[in-house]
């Protein structure tokens, strides 16, 4: 069966390649001159790997994501790496990337919004971990 499809963003590019597995010669039609759709990135010269344009993305622990990129083969193009990210407060920057970095942080102020912080990001944390394969 020939299958038209619109839009070469994840959920196009997916349905495509299901389609094709199951033997349907299928034809994505894109709009812009690339594909990714929403989940599509830039990378200036100068930089190691590409940010997304809009806030759309995988985590280690999204497996359907991970086990189409495995399917096709490309897991090797696939980096997980480790966030730089800063808070700027009072005109200058502070690292915000661990728990004690932000405890540092004196934007929360003292006392118990520091304690809600660390108990919000020790769940979360403990929760990624339970989610990751």
């Known amino acids: 069966m020939k299958i038209a499809i619109l839009g070469a963003g994840y959920g196009g590019m997916s349905a495509a390649w299901d389609l094709k597995k199951a033997g349907h010669d299928v034809t994505i039609f894109e709009s812009a001159g690339y ?20 806030y759309h993305h995988w985590f280690q622990s999204d497996s359907e994501m991970l086990g189409i990129i495995r ?13 730089l990210t800063v808070m700027l407060h009072k005109n200058k920057w502070y690292p915000f990337d661990s728990i004690l970095n932000a405890l540092r942080f004196p934007g929360l102020g003292f006392g118990l919004n520091k304690i809600r912080f660390g108990f919000v990001r020790i769940v ?4 990624q971990e339970l989610a990751s394969p």
């Not at 759709?37 to 344009?53: D, I, Q, R, T």
């Not at 399917?71 to 966030?83: A, C, S, T, Y």
């Not at 979360?124 to 929760?127: D, Q």
Request: hydrophobic share 40%.
């Open 71 to 83: 399917e096709l083969g490309l897991e090797d193009k696939v980096i997980f790496p480790r966030p």
């Open 124 to 127: 979360f944390t403990h929760h």
């Open 35 to 54: 594909a990714g759709g929403l989940a599509s990135g830039f990378k200036e010269p100068h930089w190691n790997w590409s940010v997304e344009k809009f």
